[in-house]
């Protein structure tokens, strides 16, 4: 089972950037794809970008598609999410998240291990 932690939250202005870090244990790390999720109030969480394992292949919700970008670094076990012009829109607590499987190509509703999240407030 992954135990995952984000940092990095906080309250910005809209235009600015923030990156998002996600602290990963429990599993090998480089075995899993890693996902960014976020949920805005009185919304359903949503996905947000994922990476792979081995390609590091990504993809993103087109909400965020050229302004946010998730990368990884197995050396540390972290995934990250920059995230560039940010709006009001971009409001909501982000969470980092995994499948429960190792060499898995998960669907969005395959991530099962969630981070505690991290509050991101985006302020006009």
């Known amino acids: 089972q992954v135990q995952l932690v984000e940092s990095g939250g906080g309250l910005v202005q809209a235009g600015t950037s923030l990156r998002l870090s996600c602290l990963a244990s429990?599993?090998?790390?480089?075995?899993?794809?890693m996902a960014w999720f976020r949920q805005a109030p009185g919304k359903e969480r949503e996905f947000v970008a994922e990476i792979g394992y081995g390609d590091r292949s990504t993809k993103y919700a087109d909400s965020v598609k050229g302004r946010f970008y998730i990368s990884r670094d197995n050396g540390q076990n972290l995934v990250f999410l920059q995230m560039n012009r940010l709006t009001t829109e971009d409001t909501a607590v982000y969470y980092c998240?995994?499948?429960?499987?190792?060499?898995?190509?998960?669907?969005?509703?395959?991530?099962?291990?969630w981070g505690q999240g991290t509050q991101v407030t985006v302020s006009s």
């Open positions: 429990g599993g090998t790390f480089s075995n899993y794809y």
């Open positions: 998240a995994a499948p429960q499987r190792e060499y898995y190509i998960p669907t969005k509703t395959d991530y099962r291990n």
